[in-house]
């Protein structure tokens, strides 16, 4: 029978006036075997831990359920500690400490030290384990996520509650000013306008939107205009809480709605512990119009304006936004919101032109229409000097016209002001990469990449990937692509792009495979058609290319003039093929092209079109015209790694002066250039664990 004894009449370990009484203390821990249990005990702890916070969220379990086995488990902890320093614990039971310190040796057990050394082990890798799978991973994401996630909203569209459904932009406008209002706070993550757009009248829960969003918190309201009164209801929800943690009714008149919004943009902003400066401040309290009338017209002209980017009927949407925006104007013709509206929707036409592949139209519309843009863009910031959107319009017409220094200014001008500008990142990329900064590049596409969700993320996945195969990261362009064709749901551009890296890459027969793809999925469509030529024209079999260039350029004559890229292509196959006459007469449009718009500036013109020109002089013998292209290729932006490999054997066009010494010079100044900005983009990633 074991006996309970009191500690008093321990031996004066801790009394000793002893110079090793560390030591001794110590030694008297192992000797009652405490830091045997301290080791198994904390082991343990871990692993219930662990299972604790697996099972307490699958289990709908309530959050303090977690911080309650924490404080059982400490309590566990000292009762532990006391008890292992009372008793001598073994592994076959446990004695107790006479008043002589003697073991009762009636009840003395035989130690068994091994079995005791190896759970001691196996604790200690076990909590060393924990720690490193679990405890500085977390400690690493919630130094990543403390600014990300913790100051991260999402505004979902509001709920009209008007009978009328012609009045769901009301309830838009609203929710779209409160989300404004919030973006340009610069402390917050504000999620885009175009990324909520999926959740309206969903069943999703708001956990499930806020890990799809990657955002703390979701806003979510409901708006009702009747006469001149207006009700808004919202509340500010934290992901893991279907209940709020702020709401408010707000009975205001209509006229009032403009300090509504910024009084709740102000107030969830203090409920996310955001610091909102005083230029901030300004911003959001500003107050747009006197006319109620002139922003009624500007809520349904900005809604048309964003339904065209939704269901990308383009022609009809933009024209009635248009139309809303100049009736906005009659009413208030001090109104620059309106302004910046309309050049927005003038760029936006011309940009559409362009993806679409009519460059020609593109062209035309940029010569007569752009000029217009960016006067819409001045009027606007000379009525209201702290418009991002007017500044990032101004920025890409800058782009346009090849002033990128000045481009970019423009560009961070307006994200000074909205630093939530998505769009603005996405320009700002474009001017950097053209600039030749592609790490700079790189930050703002991801960070663009992190404010949207749906289509213009599969954009911005597009031009991630464009970004890493030009400067030459074959491992990323994969992740990209993928990305792009799950968002986007493109399979064709998906197949043509693959097509591109395995003509790069000199794996003919696979891209000729991808252009099957792409051609099988829609015979019809431009670039499917090119990209068949493309694949077959590199692979060496002209005759079966022929057929698809053929196609490709008898839809694009437009009033005699051929003004589209890959005429040097389709002027080298009908050489090839024997028709030589025909084969000069698309050189001669080429090389008059490329002039054009190196003329212009353009911004094929500033880089593209002089590698073009310069593979037609030196396919037709004119060497001196070739390298003096070739020359200011150098002083250009376009080193990337698909230029150099078509300079290095992949285009036929050079083969006839490829292996000359002022040649390979110029080629080798191209490849220093590129090889030092593939090594800068390189460590970035490597310092953001990205590679």
């Not at 376009?638 to 080629?667: C, H, K």
Request: net charge negative; with cysteine; glycine share 4%.
């Amino acid at each position: 029978m074991i006996t309970k004894v009191t500690c008093i009449n321990k031996p004066s370990t801790l009394m000793s006036s002893n110079p090793n009484k560390v030591s001794q203390f110590w030694q008297e821990l192992k000797h009652r075997n405490v830091v045997r249990v301290i080791s198994v005990y904390a082991a343990a702890a871990f692993v219930i831990l662990e299972l604790t916070d697996i099972v307490v969220p699958s289990l709908g379990l309530p959050e303090w359920s977690l911080n309650f086995i924490i404080i059982l488990l400490c309590v566990g902890f000292i009762i532990s500690v006391i008890l292992s320093w009372i008793y001598d614990f073994h592994p076959e039971g446990g004695l107790v400490e006479t008043d002589a310190g003697q073991k009762d040796k009636a009840e003395k057990i035989p130690k068994s030290s091994d079995s005791w050394k190896i759970a001691s082990y196996i604790s200690f890798v076990v909590i060393a384990g924990l720690i490193v799978l679990n405890i500085i991973p977390r400690i690493n994401q919630d130094a990543g996520k403390e600014e990300s996630a913790e100051k991260s909203i999402a505004v979902i569209p509001f709920t009209s509650l008007s009978d009328d459904l012609d009045k769901q932009y009301l309830a838009d406008g609203v929710m779209d000013a409160i989300l404004l209002h919030l973006s340009k706070i610069k402390d917050l993550r504000v999620m885009s306008r175009t990324s909520v757009e999926q959740y309206r009248k969903t069943e999703k829960t708001t956990t499930a939107i806020c890990e799809e969003l990657d955002v703390a918190y979701l806003l979510e309201g409901s708006f009702q205009k009747y006469g001149d009164q207006a009700r808004l209801i919202v509340q500010l929800i934290r992901s893991g809480k279907e209940d709020h943690v702020w709401a408010s009714q707000y009975d205001r008149d209509w006229k009032d709605i403009f300090s509504v919004q910024s009084e709740v943009a102000q107030t969830i902003a203090t409920e996310l512990s955001a610091v909102i400066t005083p230029e901030e401040k300004a911003l959001i309290e500003k107050v747009p119009t006197s006319s109620m009338t002139a922003y009624d017209y500007c809520l349904q002209g900005r809604e048309e304006y964003l339904k065209s980017l939704m269901t990308f009927e383009y022609g009809k949407t933009l024209e009635k936004a248009e139309f809303f925006f100049h009736k906005a104007l009659e009413c208030d013709p001090e109104f620059a919101i309106a302004y910046s509206w309309l050049a927005i929707i003038r760029y936006s036409k011309y940009s559409i032109l362009a993806l679409s592949g009519d460059q020609y139209a593109a062209d035309y519309f940029y010569s007569r229409n752009l000029d217009s843009m960016n006067m819409l863009a001045d009027k606007a910031i000379g009525l209201d000097d702290q418009l991002a959107d007017a500044y990032y319009v101004k920025g890409t017409y800058q782009q346009e016209r090849g002033k990128l220094i000045k481009a970019l200014e423009l560009m961070q001008h307006a994200l000074a002001i909205d630093p939530n500008h998505s769009m603005a990142m996405i320009g700002a990329a474009s001017v950097s990469a053209d600039l030749y900064d592609f790490v700079h590049a790189l930050e703002l596409l991801h960070k663009a990449s992190r404010l949207e969700h749906g289509y213009t993320k599969g954009l911005i996945s597009a031009a991630l990937f464009s970004t890493y195969w030009e400067i030459g990261f074959p491992e990323l362009i994969d992740k990209y692509l993928k990305e792009y064709l799950s968002v986007v749901g493109d399979s064709i551009t998906y197949n043509v792009f693959m097509c591109l890296v395995e003509i790069q890459k000199g794996n003919q027969e696979r891209s000729i495979e991808y252009a099957k793809i792409a051609y099988g999925i829609d015979s019809t469509d431009t670039n499917a058609i090119l990209y068949m030529g493309s694949a077959h024209l590199y692979s060496k079999m002209y005759d079966q290319a022929y057929p698809y260039y053929s196609r490709y350029f008898s839809g694009l004559v437009s009033s005699g003039d051929l003004d589209v890229n890959d005429m040097n292509r389709m002027g080298y196959l009908l050489w090839m093929i024997g028709e030589k006459e025909q084969a000069r007469y698309y050189f001669r449009e080429m090389i008059r092209h490329c002039k054009r718009h190196i003329g212009m500036n353009s911004i094929y013109g500033r880089m593209a079109a002089r590698f073009d020109i310069a593979g037609v002089y030196a396919f037709q013998g004119e060497n001196d015209s070739a390298y003096h292209y070739l020359e200011e290729l150098t002083r250009t932006n376009w080193q990337t790694s698909y230029s150099l490999a078509m300079l290095n054997g992949l285009d036929p066009l050079f083969e006839p002066i490829r292996q000359e010494e002022r040649f390979r010079q110029l080629v080798r100044k191209m490849e220093t250039k590129y090889q030092t900005e593939h090594e800068r983009v390189r460590q970035w990633l490597e310092e953001n664990d990205m590679l």
